[in-house]
């Protein structure tokens, strides 16, 4: 049995012409702020451009710009012309702004992480001293100790010194009373001497008074005898 070859071509064609009919995918997309305005020789779109094209957010001088006005008279750096006032304000625009605080927020960001980062130091700074002050603590009361012991050992000398003065004092003082009961004695032993001489001397006289007396009886009863 013969095919017809209209049909099978039908059905190989169909999913091509399908995929060919449908619409590609959207993606997103937005309309650009960033504009490029030219600057005029004069307040009209006729005149020449002095400066081709200043881009959003460039700052300006204003030299004139009446309310109602189309076009605005400022200046650029060297160069004075018109510019559609439909893109002149007097304040810095919303992206400019936005700029500025998104400059303001990366330098305040950048503060905090170096404050952070000086915490930081400043904390390990701060254990390394305090480990340092713990450190010398214990030396110091080491050192307190090792103090003590020599003010102990440096105390008895002066004590042996205090106690050697006193002796001293003492044995002067019994130097000097030995000294008057030396003296003492030897005017006591020159009082005995003394009052042996005179012991003496009375019993030597006593003894030739005697003698005398009796040879002097005796010559007496010799006398009377004869």
């Given at each position: 049995m013969r095919l017809s070859l209209v049909p099978v071509l039908a059905l190989?064609?169909?999913?091509?012409?399908?995929?060919?009919?449908?619409?590609?995918?959207?993606a997103p997309g937005?309309?650009?702020?960033?504009?490029?305005?030219?600057m005029r020789s004069g307040a009209g779109s006729q005149f020449r451009i002095v400066?081709?094209?200043?881009?959003?957010?460039?700052?300006?001088?204003?030299?004139?710009?009446?309310e109602g006005s189309e076009w605005a008279q400022v200046r650029f750096g060297d160069i004075e012309?018109?510019?559609?006032?439909?893109?002149?304000?007097?304040?810095?625009?919303?992206?400019?702004?936005?700029?500025?605080?998104q400059a303001q927020h990366q330098k305040v960001t950048q503060q905090l992480a170096e404050a952070r980062q000086q915490i930081t130091s400043?904390?390990?700074?701060?254990?390394?001293?305090?480990?340092?002050?713990?450190?010398l603590s214990g030396d110091l009361g080491t050192q307190s100790d090792r103090l003590n012991k020599l003010e102990d050992i440096a105390a008895?000398?002066?004590?042996?010194?205090?106690?050697?003065?006193?002796?001293?004092?003492?044995?002067?003082?019994?130097?000097?009373?030995?000294?008057?009961?030396?003296?003492?004695?030897?005017?006591?032993r020159s009082d005995k001497t003394s009052s042996m001489w005179l012991?003496?001397?009375?019993?030597?006289?006593?003894?030739?008074?005697v003698g005398w007396l009796m040879r002097s009886r005796s010559a007496r009863a010799r006398s009377s005898w004869s």
């Amino acid at each position: 049995m013969r095919l017809s070859l209209v049909p099978v071509l039908a059905l190989l064609l169909t999913p091509l012409l399908t995929l060919s009919t449908t619409p590609a995918l959207a993606a997103p997309g937005w309309i650009s702020d960033t504009l490029y305005v030219p600057m005029r020789s004069g307040a009209g779109s006729q005149f020449r451009i002095v400066h081709r094209g200043l881009k959003s957010g460039t700052r300006l001088e204003i030299i004139a710009m009446e309310e109602g006005s189309e076009w605005a008279q400022v200046r650029f750096g060297d160069i004075e012309g018109y510019i559609n006032s439909q893109y002149v304000v007097r304040s810095a625009p919303a992206m400019i702004r936005l700029d500025q605080l998104q400059a303001q927020h990366q330098k305040v960001t950048q503060q905090l992480a170096e404050a952070r980062q000086q915490i930081t130091s400043l904390t390990a700074e701060r254990d390394q001293l305090s480990a340092e002050n713990k450190r010398l603590s214990g030396d110091l009361g080491t050192q307190s100790d090792r103090l003590n012991k020599l003010e102990d050992i440096a105390a008895d000398p002066i004590r042996l010194d205090q106690a050697n003065r006193e002796l001293n004092e003492q044995l002067s003082k019994l130097r000097t009373e030995l000294n008057g009961v030396s003296a003492e004695n030897t005017l006591l032993r020159s009082d005995k001497t003394s009052s042996m001489w005179l012991v003496g001397a009375s019993i030597l006289i006593g003894g030739w008074l005697v003698g005398w007396l009796m040879r002097s009886r005796s010559a007496r009863a010799r006398s009377s005898w004869s």
